[in-house]
């Protein structure tokens, strides 16, 4: 979410809460209820949103880059070797197909690198006896079969991923416009009969009712280091549903992470961060109490010194 659609969910959050507190002294207005219903299913939907926008694709695109790597290597060491039988048997138009350096091999997008694999497969794997004098063994072959269709599959994933977040988004905005027109075409026209017979109660809605213009939010960077079994506060801030917290465990230690009721221990749904990993924790996904307020990390090695960065969104 940009920093303008957090504020006005917070106003929103705001004004649900100003209700919850006083439904007693608005009772004489049913037409409030039923805005205030309408208004929390607006606030349901819109975390429901923030979660999807927010949602974590750094773990599919670590994964996709390490199992593109993997089909790389296998693909110019059978490409190489096959195109040197070509020219040795005297096919030079097919060699010259799959003449093609390292480089130029990398440079391909996703989808072509696929279709080579699968066109390399094709041509090369009848010819896998001959190419033995070449380095290649069965194994390359069956390599090249299995990363293939773990990269088609993490690829076709990645892009479901990214088109789940841009629906995500475009529907967000939706549902934030239409939550800002009930609250100021309709709610705030029916507050205004507390005026003169409830002027604190109405006073209090409109200070609910604003909107806070902190203006660009600031990242919030922490890096530290854990001594093994450490377990650390990293930061304390008041509980936001939509709060993120990404996690890169930048040490040599498995690391595990929590949004705690207490600053002594690890609550609600723990996180697990091996060495070298990154994952996105957004609050909602790992404690609901609003009390939960330290972000904790610990070491899970008897023997072993971690480190962490941690940025706040």
Known sequence: ????????????????????????????????????????????????????????????????????????????????????????NGQTIEAARFDQTPAMLGALRDNDLYTHAQDLAANAAPEAAQLAAFGIVPADFAALTAQSAVFLELIQSYKVQVSLRSAGLAQLDVVLTQAMQLVSTRLDNVMKVFIIPNPTLYDSYRFARSIDNTGAKKTNLYTNTLSPLALAMVVQLPYSLSRSYRVHNTGPAPLQAALSNTPTALQGRIAHIAPGDTLIMISKDYNTDTAAEYFLLQNVSETVAGSYEVEVG
């Open 1 to 88: 979410m940009t920093d303008a659609q957090e504020n006005k969910l917070s106003m929103l959050q705001k004004v649900q809460a100003h209700y919850a507190h006083n439904s007693a002294a608005m009772a004489a207005i049913p037409a409030l209820a039923a805005l205030h219903t309408e208004l929390t299913g607006y606030i349901t939907t819109l975390l429901t949103l923030a979660g999807q926008t927010n949602a974590d694709i750094t773990g599919y695109t670590a994964n996709k880059h390490n199992k593109r790597n993997a089909l790389l290597a296998t693909v110019i060491k059978i490409n190489a070797a096959y195109a040197a039988w070509l020219y040795v």
